[in-house]
């Protein structure tokens, strides 16, 4: 059983930059996508980002340009850097890793598509 977990969280205002990781308890190369998810109060939880490895990326529209995903193979880390922070990106984000390479944006997309899912840490961003 895999374990992800999160960390990096917290309170930030507006314009400001948070970073999360992400361990994994398993060596990076059987996790072949991992991804980063959302969840607002009253909402659905939803997707925010994901890498393949070695190198592919893909966001979601409401974060390019400000939310950055990227990987440390040696740590079996993945890191989700976020600038310029919005309010309305408040919720608690969730990692979570598949064991396909999911390079195809709807796949991407679709929680079912995922494994593994960490315990999920909090972002709140005050304006």
């Known amino acids: 059983q895999v374990q992800l977990v999160e960390s990096g969280g917290g309170l930030v205002q507006a314009g400001g930059s948070l970073r999360l990781s992400c361990a994994a308890s398993?060596?990076?190369?059987?996790?072949?996508?991992m991804g980063w998810f959302r969840q607002a109060p009253g909402k659905e939880r939803e997707f925010v980002a994901r890498f393949a490895w070695p190198s592919s990326t893909y966001y979601v529209d409401s974060v390019k340009g400000r939310f950055t995903i990227s990987a440390d193979t040696a740590k079996n880390t993945v890191y989700l850097q976020m600038n310029s922070l919005k309010p309305e990106d408040t919720a608690v984000y969730y990692c979570?890793?598949?064991?396909?390479?999911?390079?195809?944006?709807?796949?991407?997309?679709?929680?079912?598509?995922?494994?593994?899912w960490g315990q999920g840490t909090q972002v709140t961003v005050s304006s």
């Open positions: 398993e060596r990076a190369f059987s996790l072949y996508t």
């Open positions: 979570a890793a598949s064991r396909q390479q999911l390079l195809d944006s709807r796949r991407s997309r679709d929680r079912s598509t995922y494994d593994y």
